[in-house]
T-cell receptor, first 114, second 113 residues
Framework: SQTIHQWPATLVQPVGSPLSLECTVE??????LYWYRQAAGRGLQLLFY??????ISSEVPQNLSASRPQDRQFILSSKKLLLSDSGFYLC?????????????FGNGTRLTVT | AQSVTQLGSHVSVSEGALVLLRCNYS??????LFWYVQYPNQGLQLLLK??????LVKGINGFEAEFKKSETSFHLTKPSAHMSDAAEYFC???????????FGTGTRLKVLA
């Protein structure tokens, strides 16, 4: 069966520090991969999605970036964190074969920037 | 462009009462619609999905939703609320022309004993 792993579960970082969040998927190949951010009362904001290795689409211009170095690995990064980067970050995947394939989410990373 | 509106950021119901969570969508092409549930500090779990087959969709945990094209709605219902239903619920839309899934702002359901 397919599983998705995100780490770390929680993270407290000072303003201006770098960030690296990792997400891996097991049990499937060629998944679409997504990064969402959830802020209180604002729902889920799509940050990046990827349909293949090295293919990244950015939805919101900001100081975050994403990379997909391997088929089932998706990394969210920042060189210098801002206070506004605090939030709950969720990685998700779905199958390549169909647009109506539902998203499967990891358990998220709660990031607090101090 | 697609969008989703969830009316009511907080909904309270008594245990055993009907649950109704509202979702309206906007899409220029036939949509695919989803309901997800999120428990505290966890990711989202799929409750049900509409993909242009039956308009009444049954999901897990006794939930169902009805797609009404004329009203551009996809409301989530459950006949009898249980304490374990307390969570946040998200409606989402996608379509065949995009890889993007657009989520509503969520409705937090509180179940009163």
């Amino acid at each position: 069966s397919q599983t998705i792993h995100q780490w770390p579960a929680t993270l407290v970082q000072p303003v201006g520090s770098p960030l690296s969040l990792e997400c891996t998927v097991e049990g499937t190949s060629n998944p679409n991969l997504y990064w969402y951010r959830q802020a209180a009362g604002r729902g889920l904001q799509l940050l990046f999605y990827s349909v293949g290795i090295g293919q990244i689409s950015s939805e919101v211009p900001q100081n975050l970036s994403a990379s997909r170095p391997q088929d089932r690995q998706f990394i969210l990064s920042s060189k210098k964190l801002l206070l506004s980067d605090s939030g709950f970050y969720l990685c998700a995947w779905n199958g390549q074969s169909s647009y109506n394939s539902p998203l499967h989410f990891g358990n998220g990373t709660r990031l607090t920037v101090t | 462009a697609q969008s989703v509106t969830q009316l009511g950021s907080h909904v309270s119901v008594s245990e055993g009462a009907l649950v109704l969570l509202r979702c309206n969508y906007s899409s220029s092409v036939p949509p695919y619609l989803f309901w997800y549930v999120q428990y505290p500090n966890q990711g989202l779990q799929l409750l049900l999905k509409y993909t242009s087959a039956a308009t009444l969709v049954k999901g897990i945990n006794g939930f169902e939703a009805e797609f009404k094209k004329s009203e551009t709605s996809f409301h989530l219902t459950k006949p009898s609320a249980h304490m374990s239903d307390a969570a946040e619920y998200f409606c989402a839309v996608s379509n065949s022309g995009t890889y993007k899934y657009i989520f509503g702002t969520g409705t937090r359901l509180k179940v009163l004993a």
